[in-house]
């Protein structure tokens, strides 16, 4: 069973600062990318961030370029998520995942892996202003 539990979420002030982590089982990150996602208030889940080790590629979404890092640690199984600078707009639930990069042939984005489902709870961040 794959499992993925994020945590780390809080309440900071813009421009603040929070590092989330996600703890994985089930599968390691040297098979699969991980990513982070995104879900504010009243909208879709957005991929913000996916990293694939097998290709030593990362993908970030513009609104969180120059901002957040993706890392990994403890033989792939625990991703982290450093999120500088925060805004209120980076306000929501995140949730890790495995993930993939698309094309739309002009702009990259980030989906879970295909046949994923497991999201679990995520963890709550909101920046105030």
């Known amino acids: 069973d794959v499992q993925l539990q994020a945590s780390g979420g809080g309440l900071v002030q813009a421009g603040g600062s929070l590092r989330l982590s996600c703890a994985a089982s089930g599968f390691t990150f040297t098979d699969h990318a991980i990513g982070w996602f995104h879900q504010a208030p009243g909208k879709e889940r957005e991929g913000v961030s996916c990293?694939?080790?097998?290709?030593?590629?990362?993908y970030y979404a513009d609104s969180v370029k120059g901002r957040f890092t993706i890392s990994t640690e403890n033989a792939k199984t625990t991703a982290h998520l450093q999120m500088n600078s925060l805004k209120p707009d980076d306000t929501g639930i995140y949730y890790c995942a495995p993930c993939s990069v698309y094309s739309t042939g002009t702009d990259l984005y980030s989906k879970e892996e295909a046949g994923f489902a497991s999201w679990g709870q995520g963890t709550l961040v909101t920046v105030s202003s």
């Open positions: 990293y694939s080790s097998s290709h030593g590629s990362t």
